[in-house]
């Protein structure tokens, strides 16, 4: 089941703005994780794309200036289209149990969902 930016902000909309929020995952032995923050596919993407573009760029070193122009640009577009794509996916960023109380969840979250 997939749960979008949208569904998840009508959904919070019914509990108290001071609620925390948790992570819990694994149903078979249900775990609870604080969260860290929020992050998209493509700001992982775009961080990660500065060193690629760095090796990209050292793959180059023999082509001529044209062919490096036109092997920047196909790797623009590759890039800006996967860019596009994946700032549709927000991920939660999990950061460990909590400091207070059982990491452990509870299996009945699953039927409630």
């Known amino acids: 089941m997939k749960m979008t930016v949208g ?12 609620a925390e929020v948790m992570i ?7 775990l609870r994780e ?3 923050g929020l992050v998209s596919a493509g700001e992982i993407a ?9 090796e990209f760029d ?4 023999d082509l001529d200036p ?13 890039m800006a289209e996967a860019e ?5 996916i ?6 460990g149990h909590p400091y207070e109380g059982s990491p452990y969840g509870d299996k009945v979250a699953w039927d409630l969902t």
Do not use: F, T
């Open 84 to 88: 596009a794509s994946a700032e549709k």
């Open 34 to 36: 604080v969260i860290r």
């Open 24 to 30: 819990m995952h694994q149903p078979d032995w249900p």
């Open 7 to 18: 569904e998840l902000m009508m959904r919070l909309e019914d509990y108290p703005e001071d």
């Open 66 to 78: 044209d062919e490096r122009g036109e092997a920047w640009q196909e790797r623009e577009a590759e």
């Open 90 to 95: 927000v991920y939660l960023v999990a950061d």
């Open 46 to 54: 775009r961080e990660r794309r500065s060193d690629e573009d760095a």
């Open 58 to 61: 050292a793959m180059l070193d």
